[in-house]
């Protein structure tokens, strides 16, 4: 499931230029696997909490998923705060882009 994520990531993130243009050159590729390792920890996590009730209503869009995508979405950006010397707006644009990249994953 993380290449998976990982792909979504690089298509949401790296191909983003309002994004791309702000990441320190270089750290890309790195910022992108933090940003992964962050959507999949979340949803595991998400999935474990929540039971088999829980995984189904993430899968399917249920009640609650919006909470779960900006939980998921908050825990990136504070993962990601200080850690590349990324500024608070381009940690912001990539916290909003994960609601998108969660919602692919469902299909």
């Known amino acids: 499931m993380f290449d998976k994520v990982l792909d979504l990531v ?3 993130i790296s191909n983003n230029p309002e994004i791309a243009k702000l ?7 790195d910022v992108n696997r933090e940003v992964a ?3 999949n920890d ?3 996590n998400s999935f474990t909490s929540g039971g088999i009730g ?3 209503s993430s899968l399917t869009g249920g009640a609650g998923n919006g909470d779960m995508s900006e939980n998921i979405a908050k825990a990136v950006a504070d993962r990601l705060q200080g850690k ?3 500024s608070p707006e381009v940690i912001q644009k990539i916290a909003n ?3 998108g990249i969660i919602q692919k994953l469902r299909g």
């Open 37 to 39: 390792s962050g959507v």
């Open 97 to 99: 882009a994960i609601p």
């Open 84 to 86: 590349f010397g990324l």
């Open 23 to 29: 990441v320190p050159p270089g750290q890309q590729e």
């Open 42 to 44: 979340g949803l595991k």
């Open 54 to 56: 829980g995984m189904l």
């Open 10 to 12: 690089n298509q949401h």
